[in-house]
């Protein structure tokens, strides 16, 4: 289990013409992935959902909060006690094309991890091309064709199933996915969804995966959860078909508004929602951070923070004074 409380990052820029500028990135953001489950971050681009994989990875700091592994808190560690913690979760990147190392072939790039799993493990050094052909095997790929090739050899797909690969050869517990689909044809984008899915029911590994694409996080984790996250704060969270279905929060609303519609084959969803201007993150918040684009907004917006939580008979937890479900999705063309 691998859960988060509280977690603040902010980033402050210095000089320019600007002047010194402080970016909040993360306002307390709260989150808990058992093992092989599956938890999707959706947001709009600049929302913070990177900057949380990379913490959530140990690849970056964070202000406040903490995380925790199997019951064990990251702050009480040295830095140095928290890398075999961390080693049990790997970021797949969202680029395949910076990910590899193009000097080096995919069987160097697999060499230096399973070598160290290999020494951690007790097991001998011909245990090493072995485990290699395996991964490989695992994500799809033929090993006598990859192994010997640079990554510019290979097309995009096979990238990033190598570097998938790769997240594997230290046995991790949870594979954390940042847009792990947006730079390769659509085409092939498929192929790796299916794959993830694989591995969690394979391996049993967990997937945090990032994405702005509803439809990518449905199809990730249909029986985990959904966090909406808005300028770092979580809006809704709660089963991926509940929130789908029936969202409740404005700005969640507004995003699956915001999926294209199959023309002749569906129709839109019969209440969308559309944000009432544009974001301006230099205008300070009193209350609510979506409240000067909600359509649904009232005084008490501007002036208080909502707190995430669930009132009523509403299933999710959100963070609105004035929570609706309405119906935003579209909808086959034939269905009443």
Request: with cysteine.
């Amino acid at each position: 289990m691998i859960t988060g409380q509280g977690i603040t990052k902010t980033f402050r820029q210095r000089g320019g013409v600007l002047g010194a500028r402080e970016v909040r990135a993360l306002r307390g953001v709260d989150f808990a992935v058992g093992r092989g489950g599956a938890v999707s971050f959706i947001g709009e681009s600049g929302c913070g959902k990177t900057t949380l994989g990379r913490i959530i990875a140990g690849l970056e700091g964070h202000d406040s909060g903490e995380i925790t592994v199997d019951g064990v808190a990251m702050s009480s560690l040295r830095p140095r006690a928290r890398r075999p913690y961390f080693r049990r979760i790997q970021l797949i990147h969202q680029d395949p094309y910076s990910a590899l190392n193009p000097t080096r072939t995919v069987y160097q790039a697999l060499l230096a991890p399973l070598a160290l799993r290999a020494r951690q493990t007790g097991r001998p050094a011909s245990w090493v091309d072995g485990r290699a052909g395996e991964l490989l095997d695992l994500v799809g790929l033929d090993p006598d064709y990859v192994l010997p090739r640079y990554p510019h050899q290979l097309s995009g797909g096979m990238r990033q199933r190598v570097v998938i690969a790769r997240a594997l050869t230290v046995d991790p517990e949870m594979l954390v996915a940042d847009e792990a689909v947006s730079m390769i044809d659509v085409s092939l984008r498929l192929g790796i969804l299916a794959l993830l899915r694989d591995l969690r029911e394979r391996l049993g590994v967990s997937v945090l995966f990032i994405t702005h694409d509803v439809a990518t996080a449905r199809y990730i984790g249909d029986d985990g959860e959904l966090y909406v996250i808005y300028r770092g704060q979580v809006v809704e969270r709660g089963p991926v078909e509940t929130i789908i279905s029936a969202p409740v929060h404005p700005y969640t609303q507004a995003l699956l508004s915001a999926i294209p519609v199959l023309h002749g084959l569906e129709r839109p969803g019969a209440q969308p929602v559309a944000p009432t201007g544009t974001l301006e993150e230099d205008k300070p918040d009193a209350g609510c951070l979506f409240a000067r684009r909600c359509p649904f907004a009232t005084a008490r917006c501007a002036e208080e923070v909502p707190v995430l939580g669930r009132t009523g008979d509403i299933p999710q937890e959100h963070a609105c004074f004035h929570p609706e479900a309405r119906s935003v999705v579209a909808v086959p063309a034939g269905r009443a």
